[in-house]
């Protein structure tokens, strides 16, 4: 007996059984984290509920199955990446599309934007850029706790670069769409490296879709370095079917006086972890966090924040929302730490939520670790039902109770939303959010599937 | 308009009003004062439609149907308005959204088509200049942030967005500085019709020296104690409502 789970077991095999077709379509450098990184794995395991990170989330669900694994792509399958068009109108980007994890484009594997920016398949990079891959490349996705992001080191071959060279502002947002499609339910693992130097601006817009009705399960990890004075911001459109499970790791990394925003709209999956790590290595720098859930039927919607306060003068927020239908559970858990050398520290944190049935359940978890003294903190949690003095307020000025409560649960997801820049972008995410809540599906892009 | 026929309401088993009898005809400004307690918010929450208040006997008739039988957002659109004591504010949710839904539901039950957005814009524009206040609450989030002052005033605004035919203001005056005051009575008397009526809820008579009553009612200890024109109110100010627990007293005594 060594103490591992059956599902930990499973995982460790598909990497025994798959390492060396792996290795060979990767870049060497890429490669060189993977042993060190399996073993971490084979140590930590797949979390379970007794690691207080996953108290609230049960992986089993989705880990304990034989998924049909897939570790490279054929061209048919770069030929359907090609054809999928977003629709949301009016929302000018550059595209990207990873399918089940890789960059599908056969000739161009790497491009220059205009303005010097580079965007791509992460592995084509490591050869191209080695440099910058060195300076950045699991220097940041690190964690005792998780064996998810090993497991990630360890076999991920591909995902999205970005590049965005010192002082240039990229006007125009980079959509990455994640497809998954497969006949066969299926396993699959991408990492993305984002690189903002200083002075720079630069946001992305993560869009996860499933165009097939098989079981899925993705773990992904991104890395973004944001530079001194620069500006980054991440939004994340996740509309999955119920029998697709996404885990996301995101480790954001900022510098002196830098912004950055990471905002998780979770509108549809089976199972959702996203676990977002600030790390403010700088002063004066700024991060937001933010985050939507709207669940229903079983869904379980698990949003993990840490906001990493290392140097002094830096300020944190949070906001997190969620609107819980039917026998749907979620859980928040915010950790915001303040290292002893961080003074004029201030750090916000807000989790709302509602309940709309006697079944559905919230758990939420603010994690405060303050070791400095000068700190400004705050945190507050909230689970309820809508509010029914408002509820009669808007039913007084005519409106019915019906559409009150649905003005009620919209405002309350808007005041999230409100937080995306992107225009085109808001303004869909509002129409879709109030789609989901009217009880109407909110499929987006030409997706096939019925997410419901 | 109104016809309240001896209204007794409870909340949570306690008896608050005690048998309320009151007409209101059209054009009419009824004032309804009394000491704290007296259950006069109660009363503007029984014809508003809260759940909470449980009617335990009696009737109010509004043009001719049974009130108490309609839905508080029916009552709105049949054309009462209840001005909030206390605002609510919620985050989240336009003004502009806000009052567009309400405007057009009003219309869709009057069988009009809903108003244009350019049409509703203007009519907002012309409200806003009528009740005077900053057309930059207007783009924020109901009452969310506003000052109290602020929020009496969106009140008055609400009320000249839907022209309502009966209007409750519950104590819309409380916490108001004389500038607001004026805003608010100004608001009143320019919606004033020959066909439209107004019960105004008052602890002070001070709102009062703006809007002129038609009749001013005393409520205490949840019953309607004394009646007269506005020389009632201006006796109030001077002697207190004292006097009027004596009087009630000693008539229950004798």
């Known amino acids: ?11 460790i095999g598909l990497y025994k059984e798959n390492i060396e077709k792996i290795t060979t379509s990767s870049s060497p450098y890429i490669n060189s984290f993977r042993e060190a990184a399996y073993e971490r794995f084979r140590d930590m395991g797949i979390p379970t509920k007794k690691n207080e990170a996953y108290k609230y989330t049960n992986l089993n669900i989705f880990f304990d199955h034989d998924y049909k694994s897939y570790f490279m792509p054929v061209t048919s399958d770069f030929i359907k990446a090609e054809e999928f068009r977003c629709d949301v109108a009016d929302l000018d980007t550059h595209g990207i599309v990873l399918l089940n994890g890789f960059y599908p484009t056969i000739n161009e594997k790497l491009r220059q934007l205009p303005s010097g920016v580079w965007i791509g398949s992460l592995n084509a990079a490591a050869i191209k850029f080695p440099d910058l891959v060195k300076k950045h490349y699991g220097k940041y996705a690190k964690s005792d706790t998780d064996g998810l992001i090993d497991l990630n080191t360890a076999m991920a071959s591909d995902g999205v670069f970005v590049y965005v060279p010192e002082g240039v502002a990229l006007t125009k947002p980079v959509q990455v769409v994640n497809l998954v499609q497969s006949d066969e339910d299926m396993f699959s693992q991408h990492r993305n490296l984002i690189i903002v130097e200083k002075g ?7 869009c996860d879709h499933t165009l097939s009705p098989q079981k899925f399960l993705t773990n992904a990890v991104t890395e973004v370095f944001v530079g001194e004075n620069a500006h980054f911001d991440l939004i994340r459109v996740q509309n999955e079917h119920n029998a697709a ?6 480790f954001i990394h900022q510098e002196k006086n830098s912004v950055a925003s990471s905002n998780n709209m979770t509108l549809h999956g089976g199972l959702i972890r996203n676990s977002t790590y600030h790390y403010l290595g700088g002063e004066g720098a700024e991060c937001f966090s933010y985050g939507l859930f709207l669940t229903d039927k079983w869904q379980h919607v698990d949003n993990f924040v840490n906001v990493d306060h290392a140097f002094p003068k830096c300020t944190s927020n949070q906001l997190f929302k969620g ?3 039917d026998m749907s559970t979620g859980a928040f858990n915010g950790r915001i730490l303040v290292r002893p050398d961080a003074q004029g520290t201030l750090a916000y944190q807000k989790n709302n939520n509602i309940l709309l049935t006697d079944d559905a359940k919230m758990d939420t978890k603010p994690q405060l670790e303050i070791f400095a003294d000068d700190v400004k903190c705050s945190h507050g949690a909230t689970i309820g039902q809508v509010d029914s003095d408002a ?17 009620l649960m919209f405002g309350f997801a808007h005041e999230v939303i409100q937080n995306i820049k992107i225009e085109a972008l808001r303004d869909r995410m509002d129409n879709l959010v109030m789609q989901r809540l009217k009880g109407e599906l909110s499929r987006c892009a030409s997706c096939m599937v019925k997410c419901g | 308009m109104l016809i309240i026929n001896n209204l007794k309401a409870s909340i949570g088993g306690k008896s608050i009003l005690k048998g309320i009898t009151l007409e209101v005809k059209p054009g009419e400004i009824h004032a309804i004062m009394g000491p704290n307690g007296s259950g006069k918010s109660t009363l503007a929450a029984v014809l508003a439609g809260r759940e909470f208040v449980e009617v335990t006997e009696g009737s109010v008739t509004y043009l001719g149907k049974n009130l108490l039988d309609m839905s508080p957002e029916d009552r709105a659109k049949e054309g009462i308005f209840l001005g909030f004591q206390y605002p609510i504010e919620i985050p989240g949710v336009s003004m502009v959204n806000f009052m567009k839904t309400a405007v057009n539901e009003h219309r869709k039950h009057n069988g009009l088509d809903p108003l244009s957005a350019s049409d509703f814009l203007k009519l907002m524009r012309d409200k806003k200049e009528l009740v005077e206040i900053d057309s930059k609450l207007a783009n924020r989030s109901v009452n969310e942030g506003f000052s109290g002052g602020e929020k009496k ?10 022209e309502p035919k009966l209007a409750i203001l519950d104590e819309t005056d409380s916490g108001l500085d004389i500038d607001a005051l004026r805003v608010v009575a100004n608001g009143v008397n320019k919606l004033k019709r020959p066909d439209n009526s107004f019960i105004v809820i008052t602890h002070y008579q001070r709102l009062l020296d703006y809007i002129v009553p038609d009749v001013v009612h005393v409520l205490y200890d949840g019953r309607i104690v004394k009646t007269a024109g506005r020389e009632l109110a201006l006796e109030l100010e001077e002697k207190g409502y004292d006097w009027i627990k004596k009087e009630v007293e000693n008539n229950v005594l004798s």
């Open chain 1, 245 to 250: 499970c996404k885990v996301t790791h995101t």
């Open chain 1, 1 to 11: 007996m060594n103490g591992r789970s059956e599902v930990t077991e499973r995982y």
């Open chain 2, 153 to 162: 005033k969106n009140e008055i605004f609400q009320m000249a967005m839907l």
């Open chain 1, 391 to 407: 509820l009669f307020y808007l039913q007084s000025r005519g409106i019915n109770k019906r559409e009150a409560r649905l003005m």
């Open chain 1, 323 to 325: 609107v819980l239908d």
């Open chain 1, 200 to 206: 720079a601006e630069f946001s992305i817009i993560i």
